[in-house]
């Protein structure tokens, strides 16, 4: 299994930004895309941004020029850096990862368990 730990949220004033993190470990797992989903109350989960392992990256229209996503492959840990933070970004920020257990030859997916933006002054 590969487990993710998210961490970096926080209370911002609108405008302010904020950097999440998210640490994917377990045993002999090559992941292939890492991503950020978020949660409002009373809403689905969508999709913030997307990247592969070989740079691709997919911005939701709301996110693009705003948020920019990033992988470090060494450390198996992928970033959301958060500007102009709005009060309607304000949500449970998940983190998402799909790749190959290597000795099993199986792919996976895990989610992480959120981490908790609120944007307000």
């Known amino acids: 299994q590969v487990q993710l730990v998210e961490s970096g949220g926080g209370l911002v004033q609108p405008g302010g930004s904020l950097r999440l993190s998210c640490a994917a470990s377990g045993s002999d797992f090559k992941i292939n895309v890492m991503s950020w989903y978020r949660q409002a109350p009373g809403k689905q989960r969508e999709l913030v941004a997307a990247?592969?392992?070989?740079?691709?990256?997919k911005y939701e229209g709301f996110a693009e020029g705003r948020f920019t996503i990033s992988i470090d492959i060494a450390k198996n840990t992928v970033y959301l850096q958060m500007n102009r933070l709005e009060p309607e970004d304000t949500a449970v920020y998940y983190c998402n990862a799909m790749g190959i257990l290597q000795t099993m030859g199986v792919g996976f997916g895990s989610w992480g368990q959120g981490t908790q933006v609120t944007v307000s002054s």
């Open positions: 990247s592969t392992t070989g740079g691709s990256t």
